[in-house]
Structures are given as structure tokens and as C-alpha cells.
């Protein structure tokens, strides 16, 4: 039995392709239980489920990596030593690669998010489902329009752009966010007289949640270092390059209740200037 083994492994050694494909097969195939096992029956895979999924695939990457330059050592140094020259091209050539593995230790050594948080890279918007040593996938939010809700697509970016785009952190957006919206007026008229009894029903309308509000903006600021506009709602006016008036309200309120919101507080607005400016008789 021992012979036989002893055989097997010296016909392995001696045809390295063929040990180099069961290596990979076989590694592949402990992979894919692994990450069946964390991902189990559940339909929605948890931020925990995510990391651990990450870390998996990561961890058997680099194993994979190890495992084949152990294999190849010798062939690799004799390649390296033979081809200098061609070594030097391939790193020039390579040079958006390189990047990527620097881009990977830029973000883990700063911190700059996990999985899970809610970042924008460029003009891109997403929460954060899996990073590796090259790349960043993201599920992407419509944050870019004033929504909140996940597109359906997911974008994937290599670990270049972090040192070509900032990488801002939208984390705390996850739970309240600091909702802008603006009302365009064409008509030059005094507004001013509308927004005491706007400004009562948007604290009608943030009765419920106005506490937790307050605390967690507390939170926010206090994570942050800098003093937030608040909780309360403001409204303020501003005017347009062609004379128009634009009323810009901001509310801080629970994400999943910001368009919700929005839509009443425009309702409102249009029915108070309909009221005031459009049923009175024309002198």
C-alpha cells in the first residue's frame, strides 16, 4: 500500500500539470462546501455570513498561491534567474495588477470600510459585499438621485481606484440620513408666509422617531468630531440663475422612510402655495 502511495506521489512530481489541476480541482471543490456551509438555506446572506464568505475565499486564494510556488519553485527560480529582462516587462505590463495589491493593503491598513458599510467611490454608490486582494464588489444604491433602495446591480472594482477616488463612507446613512430635497417656483412671490405651518407638519410627521433621532445624531457627531445641522428640519431659499425660487428642505429621518416623507412634505408645500397664491379672485 506504502509502494503504491510512494508511486502515485513520483508520478504526480514527475507530471507537475497534471498534480498542478487536481491541486486546484480539489481545492476548488473544499471552497465551494466551505462557503456552502456558511451560506446555508437562508436566501439573504447576513454582513457576518459576507465577512466570513471574504475571509474564505481570501484565506484559499493565498493558499492556492503558496501551494503552487512550493510546487513550481524551482522551475520559477530558474525562469527568474533565465529572464530578467522579460521579468522587469511583465512587471511594467502588470503595473494595473501591482496596483490593485497595493490598492488592497492601502484600504485594509486605513480602515477605510468593511463589509457592509455603504461607500462612494467616484460617481459610484453601493454596500459593500465582498473585497479581495484585487477587487471590491459592491450591490449598488441610488444615492446619487436622493433614493435609498438597492438597484439590482453590482459593480465591481478593482483595487486601483482607491488611489485615483476618494473613498467616502456612508455607513451611517444606513440608518437615518440627512434627506435634501428641492422645490423649484417659477413665480416670483413671498413664501416665507408658508413655512411655519410646513415646519409643524414636518414635526408632526417626525414625531415618532424625532428621540431616536436626536441620540443618534448625538452619535454621529460625536463619532465624527464635528458639529452636525441636527436633527430638526430646516428651510431655506434660495434663487436660480433665471430668477426662480428654490425652496431646499432638510429633513434627518430613518433611511427607509425618507422618500416616504419627501413625497409628503411636497404634497403639502404645492397645496399651501396652490391655496395662498392661485384661489384667491384676481383684483
Known sequence: MIDKITLA??????????FTALIIVLISLIKQFIISTIRGDVAFLSDVQRKWMS?????????????????????????ALSVTAIAIAFVIASKEIILCFTGSIQRASSRSFVIGDWIEVGNIYGQVIEHNLMATVI????????????????????????FTYAVKNHNFMKRYVYHHMTITVAQFVNLYPLFPELTN??????????????????????HAGVDLPGSEPHIHVTSGATGEQNVNIMIFCPTERAIELDYKIRQDFMEAF?????AQPKG
Not at 139 to 162: C, R, V, W
Not at 274 to 278: G, I, L
Open 201 to 222: 407638519k414636518i414635526d408632526a410627521y417626525c414625531e415618532d422617531f424625532i428621540e431616536v433621532a436626536r441620540r443618534y445624531n448625538g452619535v454621529i457627531e460625536k
Open 139 to 162: 450591490q449598488e444604491i441610488d444615492l446619487e438621485n436622493g433614493q435609498y433602495h438597492f438597484t439590482g446591480k453590482t459593480a465591481t472594482l478593482p483595487n486601483s481606484m482607491f
Open 9 to 18: 506521489i513520483d508520478f504526480l512530481l514527475e507530471h507537475k500539470l497534471l
Open 55 to 79: 475571509r474564505t475565499k481570501n484565506g484559499i486564494f493565498i493558499l492556492t498561491i503558496m501551494v503552487l510556488f512550493m510546487l513550481w519553485q524551482a522551475e520559477v527560480s530558474k525562469f
Open 274 to 278: 396652490q391655496q395662498r397664491f392661485h
